[in-house]
C-alpha cells in the first residue's frame, strides 16, 4: 500500500497550500463516502486544489509517487464511485466553482468543476437562458460529477442528458497532462471527439475541471398535469400525442405507479390529489412562452384523451404552488432512505418494453419472496425505470444478503430484455459485477484498451466501473 512519505507530502504542500491539504482526522467525514451506502473508507489525504494548474501538479505528483487518486464531487452518487480507495487520495473541486462566463446571445456557459448544478442553473436563468438537466441534488451535486456520470433528470424527454450540454472540456489526465478541449463549436469533425471519453468514465480516464456547457432559450411559461392511465402503453400513447401537438415543448413526463403514489402521500402528508386510486399515474409538463396557450394545449389533448378512456383521470395545476406541490409527490425519493431499506435500481430499457418489465420485475420478486414491497417510478420520455426494493420485505435477509438477491433477479431480467443496469447513476462499485448484463467481450476490451491507454498505471479512481484485464 502507497504511502505519504514526506517527499510526497512536502509535493503536495508546495502545491495547494495547507488549505488546500487535510490528513488524518482534520479530513471530514463526508469525504469517507458518497451517498450509495458503500463503507466508509478514509482517504490518505484529502486534496482541494484551486486551479487547473494545481489539479495537474497534484496528478504528477501522485502519477511520480505512483499514489491512486479518487476524484470527488458533490457526494450525491448512488453508485460508489466516489468512494475512496483504500491507499488513495481523494481530490474534491469544491474549490474550483466560479461561473466563468455565460454568454446569452451564444447560449454558452463556461463553468468551472466545482460549482454547484444549481448555481449553474441560477446563472443561466440571470442570463434569460435554461441549462437543459436538472435533478433532486441540484444544490449539493457538482458540474464535473454530473459530467463524469453523464447525469440525467426530469428534462431529457426536451434535452438530452448532459452529454447533449456540453460543448468543450478541460481535462487532466493521469500524467498531469491538461486536455483543453474548450471550443465552443457545434460543428467541429476534426478527428476524434476526445471530450466524449471522460463524460460518463466516472474519473476512470480524467480529472474534468472546466466545462463550456450548451443553454437554452428560458421559458417564460410552463403548464403542469397529472394524469391516471391504466398501463405504460396507454402512458406511451399520451406521451407521442403530447409530443404531436406541442412539438418541443414536453419538458418532463414521469410516471409513478401507485404503489408509489400511495407512499408519497403518506410521507408527505398531502391529499390525494385525484378522487380515487389508479394503477398508474403520469406527471408532465409543458414548456413555452404562453400560459394560456400551454394550458389550452393540455386541456385538448387530455380532454380528447379522457373522452376516449386513454385517461382515467387528470387535474391541470391552477398555479405555481399546485404545479410544486405535484412535484413534491414526485421528489419523494429523497425520503426513502428515512422510510425504507432501499435497494435501488436504475434500469434503461426499450419504450415499449418499460411496462411488462416493471411487472415482470415485481412478479419475480413476489414469486421469490411473498409480501416483499417495491416501489416503481421513472421516467417514460427515455425508458428510464427506478424500482426500489425494501430490504426489510425480504424475509429477514440482511442488507447486503438482500441486495445481491434482488440484484441477481432484476439484473438477470434486464440482460434478458437487451437493457441497460444503469440509466444515469453510474457503475461505480455497485454495479460493477453485472457490467457484463449491458456490455459485450468486446465492448469491455475496448474500454479496457481506452483506459490502458489514458491511464496506464491505473491511478485514477481504480477498481470503479471494471477491474483491468
Not at 412478479?363 to 427515455?382: C, K, T, Y
Request: hydrophobic residues 45%; proline residues 6%.
Amino acid at each position: 500500500m502507497p504511502v505519504l512519505n514526506p517527499e510526497f507530502l512536502a509535493a503536495l504542500t508546495d502545491t495547494v497550500g495547507p488549505e488546500g491539504l487535510s490528513l488524518g482526522n482534520a479530513i471530514p467525514e463526508r469525504h469517507h463516502a458518497d451517498w450509495s451506502g458503500t463503507p466508509p473508507q478514509a482517504p490518505l489525504a484529502l486534496l482541494r486544489p484551486a486551479s487547473t494548474a494545481q489539479v495537474s501538479a497534484v496528478l504528477r505528483a501522485c502519477h511520480a509517487h505512483r499514489v491512486p487518486v479518487v476524484p470527488q464531487g458533490g457526494l450525491t452518487g448512488l453508485a460508489g464511485a466516489a468512494v475512496p480507495s483504500a491507499g488513495a487520495v481523494a481530490l474534491s473541486l469544491d474549490r474550483m466553482n466560479a461561473i466563468e462566463a455565460v454568454h446569452a446571445d451564444a447560449r454558452t456557459l463556461t463553468v468551472q468543476a466545482g460549482a454547484t448544478l444549481q448555481a449553474a442553473q441560477e446563472a443561466a436563468q440571470e442570463a434569460g437562458c435554461l441549462l437543459g438537466v436538472d435533478l433532486g441534488a441540484r444544490g449539493s451535486c457538482q458540474i464535473g460529477g454530473t459530467l463524469s456520470t453523464n447525469a440525467g433528470g426530469n428534462g431529457v424527454v426536451q434535452f438530452g442528458m448532459m452529454r447533449e450540454q456540453t460543448l468543450g472540456l478541460e481535462v487532466v489526465l493521469a500524467d498531469g497532462t491538461v486536455l483543453d478541449m474548450m471550443r465552443p463549436l457545434v460543428k467541429n469533425n476534426t478527428g476524434y471527439d476526445l471530450k466524449q471519453h471522460f463524460i460518463g468514465a466516472e474519473g476512470t480516464l480524467g480529472v474534468i475541471t472546466r466545462a463550456l456547457l450548451r443553454l437554452h432559450p428560458a421559458p417564460r411559461a410552463r403548464a403542469t398535469a397529472l394524469a391516471a392511465v391504466a398501463d405504460c402503453d396507454s402512458a406511451l400513447r399520451l406521451l407521442r400525442r403530447l409530443q404531436t401537438h406541442c412539438p418541443g415543448g414536453v419538458a418532463a413526463f414521469e410516471l409513478m405507479w401507485q404503489d408509489f403514489l400511495d407512499h408519497a402521500l403518506r410521507w408527505t402528508r398531502t391529499p390525494a390529489p385525484l378522487a380515487q386510486s389508479h394503477p398508474l399515474l403520469v406527471l408532465t409538463d409543458l414548456s413555452g412562452n404562453d400560459e394560456p396557450a400551454l394550458t389550452e394545449a393540455l386541456e385538448a389533448v387530455l380532454g380528447q384523451a379522457l373522452e376516449e378512456g386513454l385517461v382515467r383521470d387528470a387535474v391541470i395545476a391552477q398555479s405555481r404552488a399546485q404545479a410544486a406541490s405535484l412535484w413534491r409527490l414526485r421528489e419523494v425519493t429523497a425520503e426513502f432512505p428515512t422510510h425504507l431499506a432501499p435497494i435501488n435500481f436504475d434500469i434503461s430499457l426499450p419504450l415499449d418494453q418499460l411496462g411488462r418489465f416493471a411487472d415482470r420485475c415485481v412478479d419475480a420478486l413476489s414469486e421469490r419472496w411473498p409480501g416483499q414491497r417495491s416501489l416503481r417510478f421513472g421516467h417514460l420520455g427515455d425508458g428510464n425505470l427506478h424500482l426500489s426494493t425494501d430490504a426489510r420485505s425480504l424475509g429477514g435477509l440482511n442488507f447486503d444478503e438482500a441486495e445481491h438477491a434482488v440484484e441477481a433477479i432484476v439484473y438477470a431480467l434486464v440482460a434478458q430484455a437487451g437493457g441497460s443496469i444503469s440509466a444515469e447513476h453510474g457503475i461505480g462499485l455497485h454495479k460493477k459485477p453485472f457490467l457484463h448484463a449491458s456490455r459485450n467481450p468486446a465492448e469491455l476490451a475496448v474500454m479496457r484498451a481506452i483506459k490502458q491507454a489514458l491511464d496506464p498505471l491505473h491511478l485514477l479512481n481504480p477498481g470503479k466501473v471494471f477491474d483491468p484485464a
